[in-house]
């Protein structure tokens, strides 16, 4: 018998990037390939969406190519992207009416601040689970109808789509306009609990039903792609945060995992029932599989491995980020020594857009090694406060944090992060956990894999880190490391 695969395309902020996965969930061959940043204006950030597609096409091409498999090979594919970023095309030809808009991207702040002003905030996060901010898409939407003349009127006269990155791609493979319950929940248009769009968000915006997607669920066979030769199912859509969460096997209530990259993103499973955050969480939707939608408690820390990139470019304090976990190394710890990478503000769960960054605890005897040590363990200090308000909100103890992410190679950050917690730290062996969450899902809707329970059986830890500290000075570091948050704060 021929060995079959799922082609994972793995659609993110920089670079699109195709994995093929075998059975034992084993990398077969990658490709990855960067595109172009736009940044028309100073807090604008926008993507050429046909940029995204021809390089995420290309990609797959390479990587069946170099991997030595033929489209009939692949038992179906699944897609995970970027959240939020925007797209507006015309339905009958394909085109896109102007650029991407970024999720990072702010020139929607000052619609926020205006409905903030108004108390539309609330409504926003009783039906949504989310802040009212310019993160999400509903506003950059509004934007883009606004300001592409004529878009309005031929959005209400259903000729033109808007779409999440997973719609985008899902439409160029197939023709076919639809996102699912992940990626739909982070366009604060959908209502969470009612499972639709949100017809009170949709009339205050004046975004017209016929320019949205149908919602489907997570897994499930979409539609067939010629794109590449022999039909392929595409047979799953999941946002990248939650596509990981899947990738790591998290599927119980109370399971967590944290990428680490430039930020950390932090979601806990929370089952059947969304949790509403009192500690300055979002709620979302984890996946729809089986019939059955599962929400997720998520928490953004802004600067994370982007501390380790600062101490390298603009401090000169290491040649490369590798070099990190060595030079921290030298000191048995950071002696006293606390830095709060606060250099966009805080995330979750302070959301303080006024703290700066700070270095406490200096003396005489502090040195290069001391900062560079802080600096690493500011990442799983940060991961920490998140987690805590997690475990605050679910009224439930984590038992394990499921790890992935660049940052997550590095040992003296793992063993720290497991220290601050006190609890198992377990890092896998596949570190491409986005990717593997899509084919995971793409691979149950086609029988590839048959359970959840065959994923556990394939899903193989690399690593455990086990907590070493004793309980009173993990309290003693939280409390020090808390009172150089409020420092951060005041100024």
């Known amino acids: 018998m021929r060995q079959r695969y799922i082609l994972a395309l793995d659609q993110g902020t920089t670079s699109s990037r195709s994995i093929l996965f075998d059975q034992d969930a084993a990398i077969h061959a990658s490709s990855a390939e960067p595109f172009e940043?736009?940044?028309?204006?100073?807090?604008?950030?926008?993507?050429?969406?046909?940029?995204?597609?021809?390089?995420?096409?290309?990609?797959?091409?390479?990587?069946?190519?170099?991997?030595?498999?033929?489209?009939?090979?692949?038992?179906?594919?699944?897609?995970?992207?970027?959240?939020?970023?925007?797209?507006?095309?015309?339905?009958?030809?394909?085109?896109?009416?102007?650029?991407?808009?970024?999720?990072?991207?702010?020139?929607?702040?000052?619609?926020c601040d205006q409905l903030s002003a108004e108390g539309f905030g609330e409504e926003v996060g009783k039906r949504t689970g989310l802040v009212l901010d310019a993160y999400f898409s509903a506003t950059k939407l509004m934007w883009l109808l606004e300001h592409v003349p004529g878009a309005r009127e031929r959005a209400e006269a259903g000729e033109l789509c808007f779409g999440t990155i997973?719609?985008?791609?899902?439409?160029?493979?197939?023709?076919?306009?639809?996102?699912?319950?992940?990626?739909?929940?982070?366009?604060?248009?959908?209502?969470?609990?009612?499972?639709?769009?949100?017809?009170?968000?949709?009339?205050?915006?004046?975004?017209?039903?016929?320019?949205?997607p149908q919602v489907r669920?997570?897994?499930g066979v979409v539609a067939e792609t010629t794109a590449f030769g022999a039909p392929i199912p595409v047979a799953s859509l999941c946002g990248d945060q939650q596509s990981a969460l899947f990738g790591q096997a998290a599927f119980d209530p109370g399971d967590c995992k944290n990428t680490y990259g430039t930020g950390c993103f932090v979601l806990m499973n929370t089952g059947d029932q969304p949790i509403d955050s009192n500690h300055g969480l979002?709620?979302?939707?984890?996946?729809?599989?089986?019939?059955?939608?599962?929400y997720a408690l998520e928490g953004s820390v802004f600067i994370g491995g982007a501390v380790i990139q600062w101490l390298?470019?603009?401090?000169?304090?290491?040649?490369?980020?590798?070099?990190?976990?060595?030079?921290?190394?030298?000191?048995?710890?950071?002696?006293?020594?606390?830095?709060?990478?606060?250099?966009?503000?805080?995330?979750a769960p302070h959301w303080d857009m006024h703290a700066r960054g700070i270095i406490t605890g200096l003396t005489r005897g502090?040195?290069?090694?001391?900062?560079?040590?802080a600096a690493l363990e500011s990442i799983s200090f940060q991961s920490a406060d998140v987690l805590r308000s997690m475990v605050a909100d679910a009224s439930a103890e984590i038992p394990r944090l499921r790890v992935d992410g660049g940052a997550a190679a590095n040992n003296l950050l793992m063993q720290h992060q497991a220290?601050?917690?006190?609890?198992?730290?377990?890092?896998?062996?596949?570190?491409?956990t986005t990717a593997l969450g899509a084919a995971f899902l793409a691979g149950l809707a086609v029988g590839f894999w048959p359970s959840r329970d065959a994923l556990r059986g394939v899903w193989q830890a690399d690593r455990v880190f086990e907590p070493t500290w004793e309980p009173e000075r993990r309290d003693r570091e939280i409390l020090e490391w808390t009172n150089a948050i409020k420092r951060s704060r005041l100024l």
């Open 37 to 111: 940043q736009i940044y028309p204006q100073p807090g604008w950030v926008e993507h050429d969406p046909e940029a995204i597609w021809r390089t995420q096409r290309s990609t797959a091409e390479r990587v069946l190519t170099e991997g030595g498999v033929s489209p009939a090979d692949i038992a179906a594919i699944g897609i995970t992207n970027q959240r939020e970023t925007t797209v507006v095309w015309e339905r009958a030809t394909g085109k896109p009416i102007h650029n991407a808009i970024v999720w990072q991207c702010r020139r929607t702040a000052g619609i």
């Open 166 to 212: 997973d719609t985008w791609l899902l439409f160029n493979l197939t023709g076919i306009h639809a996102t699912d319950y992940s990626n739909a929940s982070r366009t604060m248009l959908y209502n969470i609990h009612d499972l639709d769009w949100d017809d009170t968000i949709l009339a205050r915006l004046s975004i017209p039903r016929a320019v949205l």
């Open 217 to 219: 669920p997570s897994s």
């Open 282 to 294: 979002v709620t979302t939707i984890a996946w729809g599989v089986d019939d059955t939608v599962e």
């Open 312 to 347: 390298r470019d603009e401090m000169g304090l290491l040649s490369s980020a590798a070099e990190s976990e060595e030079v921290a190394a030298q000191v048995p710890g950071a002696g006293g020594v606390y830095l709060v990478p606060a250099f966009v503000g805080l995330g």
């Open 366 to 373: 502090s040195g290069r090694a001391h900062v560079v040590r």
């Open 419 to 432: 220290d601050v917690l006190g609890i198992p730290v377990v890092r896998g062996q596949v570190i491409e």
